[in-house]
């Protein structure tokens, strides 16, 4: 069970219950079941990170995750100099769902919360949040929950891990909206030699959420023309 201050992501399946409807039962719960070996082997490690100063921090990331029908979670105690590293599991996590046909979309959040896996317990606010948030965009991908825009939060994240972004959110003015979105495009540059684009388009067969595809792709460009962004700045400080 992990208590107090944590970084969380809440991810659900984009279309379950249609995606249930096209391809039935059995398939799906293959694709499932490949989901959720994946969660299962992200249990954290060694991690070496730089910090502000120009250093080198060695530590123990532990990583926590939980499933339920199309709900995804994943954890780990902040800690501003491994939350690179947390973001880049998000993002693949991103990456891995589209190539096995399991759009994803979700938020990170932070805050005190108890996240007990074994009973399935999970209150706090950021799961509150991040559950909102989830609900206001309308794409494949990860956005920042409000949570990170309150001093003390709003730093550590580098620009090779996120992007300013506002285009996929259905309601502008909420105060859930940050603008911050998890790079998921540039993890699969680097680590795939397919084409996501031809991926996405081939997923976009139901017209309920067609846009969300769209919204997607131009992410995709948009992350591409923004490649080098992270050269000119180290971190992000957007408070």
């Not at 947390?86 to 046909?101: K, P, Q, S």
């Not at 003015?173 to 991926?199: A, C, F, N, Q």
Request: hydrophobic share 35%; charged share 25%; net charge negative.
């Amino acid at each position: 069970m992990a208590e107090g201050l944590n970084v969380l992501c809440l991810l659900d399946v984009l279309g379950f219950e249609s995606l249930f409807n096209t391809i039935g039962l059995d398939a799906l719960a293959r694709r499932y079941e490949k989901l959720t070996e994946y969660m299962r082997e992200q249990t954290g490690g060694l991690d070496v990170a730089r910090t502000s100063d120009g250093h080198v921090a060695v530590g123990w990331m532990a990583i926590g995750n939980a499933y339920f029908s199309d709900t995804l979670l994943f954890w780990a105690r902040y800690n501003t100099i491994f939350l690179p590293t947390f973001t880049r599991l998000i993002a693949e996590t991103i990456c891995y769902g589209l190539e096995n046909e399991m759009p994803l979309r979700g938020t990170l959040s932070v805050g005190e919360m108890i996240l007990d896996a074994e009973s399935g317990t999970y209150p706090g606010e950021p799961i509150i949040e991040a559950a909102r948030t989830k609900r206001l965009q309308r794409w494949i991908g990860v956005s920042l929950g409000a949570s990170f825009s309150r001093p003390g939060f709003n730093q550590g994240f580098y620009l090779d891990t996120v992007l300013p972004y506002k285009s996929h959110y259905k309601d502008l003015v909420s105060s859930l909206v940050t603008g911050i979105v998890v790079d998921w495009p540039r993890k699969w540059r680097e680590t795939r030699k397919t084409d996501v684009r031809s991926l996405i388009s081939g997923m976009n067969t139901d017209p309920q959420f067609s846009d969300y595809y769209t919204n997607t792709l131009h992410f995709v460009d948009f992350s591409e023309q923004n490649h080098d962004r992270f050269k000119r700045q180290d971190h992000l400080d957007y408070g």
